[in-house]
């Protein structure tokens, strides 16, 4: 029969109503399991990944550099500061105190002629500290009386500047005061009484203060994160990109094999990473563990996990790997800072410091540092164990939530 | 059993646009059944909607019993479906986008081996397992890509423009393979821009910007062109090239063209009312294209063309389908 349906009209022949499915009669397939489809997928993205050599090297070389990098790299104390000294006084007692200067404090000291070459080289930043010892200090040590010298420093800096400022204690320490004190039965001055107060000072869990201790959690971490992300997001978006998603969705594959073929290689390969990182963390930069070495990797399994459940959100979200690649570094660039990192989240103003606790890097710095650092327990670090284990839940559910097999 | 595929008012809009306009089809088992019109139409639209990739914005359709706004999951286990990009995975060998789709479609392994050297056969491709699909040809990645859809042998299979940019020698093979597959009962809902692809359908259906203006067995249809409107004429005369110039502007003449060695006309549609009745006081359609033949041939013979045969042949589904968009075109709605 011929329809001509040149009308805009209805055609109300036809009846759904009796049709049946053919499925009564189920097709050879479908005897077969529902792993089959999660194992597809799981083969095909190693393959990718296989026959993707350029990115085998990113992925296992990038993450060594990094860690090499960071690691001998960053610091916060500055050692090397230079220190300009117009010394009046041209006596014992100052060139006692320049050799302090030089020797226990690190300084590198240039003696200048005037306050103003003082200030020059401080604008051009040729020196970080301008000291300026009076005249009369030899005398004024001599009659027991205290001196007063003036202290510049370059406060452009606030961290040079404050190692600047602890470098300048060497000056007003014990070990200085009692060289300068006299023990001469014939001078009038009564010998120097201690002062009220004297502080004995301990230098806990990182006595040394070691910037690399401080740093290398947080490069694990930064490691850990650029694989995660990346890796998570190229599969989907491609395909999404290319609609070669939609013969995907055309076949049986349900959500859970198309989620979990791809988060599970991106796993396998973020945790050989991590667990690279950790190995040269410990074997170049002799980072201690003094706390449990598995409650380390647990929390850096969860850490991942927490990652890849984020990495996944980007992805059911980004219609483009453009879109996810900038989402990626978003991410990636707010972690560096605000996870306390590199800067501290007390120094941070106390309203915006919650939004520090969004950040699954923060609960990892926090229980690695606490673990590796203080030796604490597994339990004290339950609270970061609980933070991750809600990242996992929330990205990880909106991502479900938000793929469907069907463009609506 | 009931009908293979069943679509009752399925429309698409995306956003303000109304890419799919009401269609309705029924699609018999075993059938081959062509989708037609111009790029931008609704086809591959249709054709999502039927896999169940795409949600339809109003009416529904069944396939394979299922419901594929409300099922689609279930639809999906017995249909296959080659989108129009092929969607095989170029770095991977043949064999390896072979095995993805077969554990796709859980097909079971004592089965999957098996079925897959069958396949390759039947594609064509044996000896290619190890190539990278990257590199094959066009005609090679499609059938590779037919493999794929076949391997859990659906009932059902969609293939979206399969020979778009592949060479005729290529098309041939893969029509021979639909006819083959079509012979063992599978049903085929195949979209197309070739009009002799067409005509091999069991059913056609012509779908412009959205609206379709017509559906049905492509002989019937030529058959009822024939009886209501019979409009192509073919003119065996000498010289072609004057007779050419002197028939395009003619009146009643829409379209003529050099076909071998005569000329093929294609009328205006001949008015209701018949300009005079014929010799048994009648109007009838056949006698009013008579007399528009009459009118042709006198045309040649006084511009000097010798007239060696004028008869009315039959129209093909070029015809039919560019005489419907002018209609609707005349209408006005469009």
């Known amino acids: 029969m011929v329809k001509r349906i040149i009308a805009i009209g209805s055609l109300n022949s036809l009846t759904l109503g009796g049709s049946t499915g053919y499925l009564h009669e189920a097709p050879a397939a479908f005897r077969g399991s529902p792993m089959q489809g999660l194992r597809a997928v799981i083969r095909k993205e190693f393959l990718h990944i296989r026959r993707d050599p350029r990115l085998i090297g990113y992925v296992l070389a990038l993450p060594v550099i990094i860690l090499l990098l960071f690691g001998f790299a960053l610091r916060i104390k500055v050692d090397n500061l230079r220190v300009a000294v117009w010394d009046q006084s041209r006596s014992f007692f100052s060139m ?8 226990d404090a690190g300084m590198q000291v240039q003696e200048v002629e005037s306050a103003e070459m003082i200030d020059q080289m401080l604008r051009d930043g040729r020196a970080h500290l301008g000291l300026i010892i009076p005249p009369d200090f030899s005398k004024r040590v001599f009659d ?8 510049l420093v370059d406060g452009t800096m606030p961290t040079i500047a404050l190692s600047a400022l602890y470098g300048a204690r060497v000056l007003t320490s014990p070990e200085a005061t009692k060289e300068l004190a006299l023990d001469d039965p014939d001078s009038p001055a009564p010998p120097p009484r201690p002062a009220p107060v004297k502080i004995d000072e301990t230098v806990l869990f990182n006595p040394a203060m070691r910037d690399s201790d401080f740093f290398l959690p947080g490069t694990i971490a930064v490691v850990i994160t650029l694989v995660s992300l990346t890796l998570t997001t190229t599969g989907l978006v491609r395909e999404k990109e290319q609609q070669t998603i939609e013969q995907l969705w055309a076949t049986p594959l349900t959500r859970t094999a198309l989620l979990g073929g791809k988060i599970l290689p991106c796993g396998i390969i973020s945790s050989l990473d991590a667990a690279l990182a950790i190995v040269l963390s410990l074997a170049v930069f002799h980072l201690p563990i003094h706390g449990s070495l598995a409650a380390v ?11 890849l459940a984020l990495g996944t959100l980007i992805s059911a979200i980004s219609e483009t790997q453009l879109q996810a690649s900038f989402l990626n570094i978003f991410v990636f660039v707010i972690s560096l800072c605000m996870s306390g990192f590199i800067f501290p989240i007390e120094a941070m103003p ?20 606490g673990l590796m650092l203080k030796g604490v327990g597994a339990g004290a670090v339950l609270r970061d164990f609980a933070g991750l284990a809600a990242a996992v839940l929330v990205f990880g559910g909106l991502s479900v939530a938000n793929m469907k097999k069907q463009r609506s | 059993m009931g009908d293979a595929v069943v679509a ?10 109304v890419a799919l306009d009401r269609v309705s089809i029924t699609i018999g088992d075993g059938e081959i059944f062509g989708l037609l019109g111009p790029n931008g139409s609704g086809k591959t639209t249709m054709i999502r909607m039927l896999c169940g990739v795409l949600a339809p914005s109003g009416g529904r359709a069944l396939v394979g019993g299922y419901d594929v706004g409300r099922e689609p999951e279930m639809v999906k286990r017995s249909i296959g479906y080659v989108s129009q990009k092929f969607s095989l995975y170029p770095d ?14 859980q097909v079971p392994s004592a089965k999957a081996a098996a079925r897959k050297k069958e396949l390759l056969a039947l594609c064509g491709l044996d000896g290619r397992e190890a190539q990278s699909s990257g590199v094959l040809s066009g005609g090679l990645k499609q059938r590779l890509a037919l493999a794929c859809a076949l391997i859990h042998s659906p009932r059902i299979l969609f293939l979206d423009e399969p020979t778009a940019g592949v060479d005729p020698v290529a098309r041939r093979f893969l029509w021979d393979l639909l006819f083959r597959l079509a012979q063992e009962g599978t049903t085929l809902f195949v979209t197309t821009h070739y009009m002799d692809e067409a005509e091999r359908c069991t059913q056609v259906a012509y779908v412009y910007y959205g609206r379709l203006l017509v559906s049905g067995d492509p002989k019937q249809m030529k058959d009822q062109e024939i009886l209501t409107t019979h409009r192509r004429v073919e003119i065996i005369c000498q010289p072609l090239m004057p007779a050419l110039a002197a028939l395009k502007d003619a009146a009643h003449v829409d379209d003529v063209s050099v076909f071998g060695q005569a000329l093929h006309v294609r009328l205006r549609d001949v008015p209701e009312a018949p300009a005079a009745p014929d010799s048994a006081g009648a109007y009838s359609v056949a006698a009013v294209r008579a007399q528009v033949m009459e009118v042709l041939r006198q045309r040649l013979v006084q511009s000097g063309v010798e007239v060696l045969g004028i008869r009315s042949v039959p129209p093909s ?3 039919i389908f560019v005489s419907l968009t002018r209609q609707m075109d005349q209408r006005g709605f469009l």
Do not use: H
């Not at chain 1, 606790?357 to 990892?364: A, K």
């Open chain 1, 350 to 369: 106390r309203a915006l410091q919650p939004t520090a606790w969004l950040l699954p890097m923060t609960y990892f710095l926090e229980g690695m540092r």
């Open chain 1, 144 to 151: 027991g009386q205290q001196t007063t010298f003036q202290l």
């Open chain 2, 8 to 17: 009752e008012d399925l429309t698409r809009k995306f956003g303000s646009r």
């Open chain 1, 297 to 307: 990797i647990c929390l850096t399994g969860a850490f991942i996990l927490a990652l």
């Open chain 1, 96 to 103: 006692t105190l320049k050799d302090r200067m030089r020797n």
């Open chain 2, 92 to 105: 991977l060998t043949v064999r390896e986008n072979l095995d993805f789709y077969s554990d796709a479609y």
């Open chain 2, 317 to 319: 589904l070029e015809d």
